[in-house]
């Protein structure tokens, strides 16, 4: 219901332009992610975004494929932030370095999710989309990486898996058909250079439950 519900607020977001005048004191609240808000995640090595869409792996899990895309402009690469199972984390407040949270794909429902699956190109760790509107299991569970209290909207991060200690990565293998030119999505042990992410274009929810649209290409 909470997928719905944000799917909502994304289109209504599309076709009215909100303007953004909090008190003083409130601007820096739109320097950080916030939970539940949607955006895409910019791969800073590779400069894909984080991707998905209702084509299964043909091999591993068999489940919703996860791949990086150049095309900045692809709905399928909207994501929404959100708290762990049964554990929701508060609407509009931001995200804490560390704090353990699920990415949800906008357009299907599925949750960011990996496991011991090997990954169809490079034999890392397979990444999928799994789950039902918005509901999983627990290894649908990331922490977020960054170095200061918040994760802020500029600054480039890690996605590290709970459940398997692997870093969300891009490594530059590219899918032929039926998704030619995407890139593999998967998990790897170590931090390095493939696994930096940057919140890129989104709707961005605020404390005060106002809207801030962000596109920055």
Known sequence: MEILVSVRVFVQSLLIVLLWSGA???ESELNYVTCGSLVKLLNTRHNVRLHSHDVKYGSGSGQQSVTGVENADDANSYWQIRGKPNRPCQRGVAIKC???IRITHMKTGRNLHTHHFSSPLS???EVSAFGENGEGDDLDVWAVQCD???WERDETVRFKHVGTDVFL???GEQYGHP????REVHGMS???QHNWWRAMEGVFIQPSQE???HDEL
């Open 211 to 213: 809207l801030v649209r």
């Open 179 to 182: 998704i030619r030119g995407q």
């Open 98 to 100: 560390g704090q353990a």
């Open 190 to 192: 170590s931090s390095n």
């Open 123 to 125: 034999n890392n760790q």
């Open 24 to 26: 003083e004191g409130r």
């Open 169 to 171: 990565s891009v490594t």
């Open 148 to 150: 200061g209290t918040y």
